[in-house]
C-alpha cells in the first residue's frame, strides 16, 4: 500500500475515534497501525519514529500512547510498575510474557478458562478481565 492511502487511512482511523490527526498523532499511527498486531513500549515507539525522521518527544509519545488507549485504540499491558505495553489488538485475550526478554505474545481468550470472579465492590461492574501468564525457561 502507498504512503498517502496509508496516511489516508490513519487520519481516518483518528477522526472516527474524535482525535484531531496531528503531525506526531499520524507519525506514531502510522508506525502502530500498519495491518499487523504489535506489543510497543513508549521507549520502542520513541525510538521507531526518530528513525522514520520524524521528530517527537518521549513525552508525547506517552501522551498520544495513553489517548489512543482512552479511544479504544490500543490496550494498555500492565505488567509491573513503569513497566507496561501497548497492544494493537484491542480484541478480548491474554498474553504469556517472557521474563528473560520482555516480550509478549498473545494468547486467546479461549484458551484461558476463569473459574470464578469476585464480585466489585459496590457501585462498580466488571469491566475486562486481562490474564499475564509470566514464562522463564526450565
Known amino acids: 500500500m502507498n504512503n498517502e492511502k496509508?496516511?489516508?487511512?490513519?487520519i481516518e482511523k483518528?477522526?472516527?475515534v474524535g482525535l484531531r490527526p496531528t503531525?506526531?498523532?499520524?507519525?506514531l499511527a502510522g508506525l502502530l497501525f500498519d495491518g499487523t498486531d504489535?506489543?510497543?513500549c513508549a521507549e520502542d515507539l520513541h525510538r521507531d519514529v526518530i528513525n522514520a525522521a520524524s521528530p517527537v518527544s518521549l513525552a508525547t509519545v506517552y501522551n498520544?500512547?495513553?489517548q489512543f488507549t482512552e479511544v479504544g485504540l490500543l490496550r494498555e499491558i500492565v505488567i509491573s510498575a513503569g513497566r507496561s505495553y501497548f497492544d494493537t489488538n484491542v480484541s478480548?485475550?491474554?498474553?504469556f510474557y517472557f521474563e528473560k526478554d520482555?516480550?509478549?505474545e498473545d494468547i486467546n481468550a479461549d484458551e484461558v478458562v476463569v473459574a470464578q470472579l469476585p464480585i466489585p465492590p459496590?457501585?462498580?461492574?466488571?469491566?475486562r478481565v486481562d490474564v499475564v501468564v509470566r514464562v522463564c525457561e526450565d
Do not use: P, W
Open 23 to 27: 503531525r506526531q498523532r499520524i507519525a
Open 6 to 10: 496509508r496516511y489516508a487511512q490513519v
Open 14 to 16: 483518528l477522526r472516527a
Open 38 to 40: 504489535k506489543h510497543v
Open 64 to 66: 498520544t500512547l495513553h
Open 102 to 104: 520482555g516480550g509478549l
Open 122 to 127: 459496590k457501585g462498580q461492574k466488571i469491566s
Open 92 to 95: 478480548d485475550h491474554h498474553h
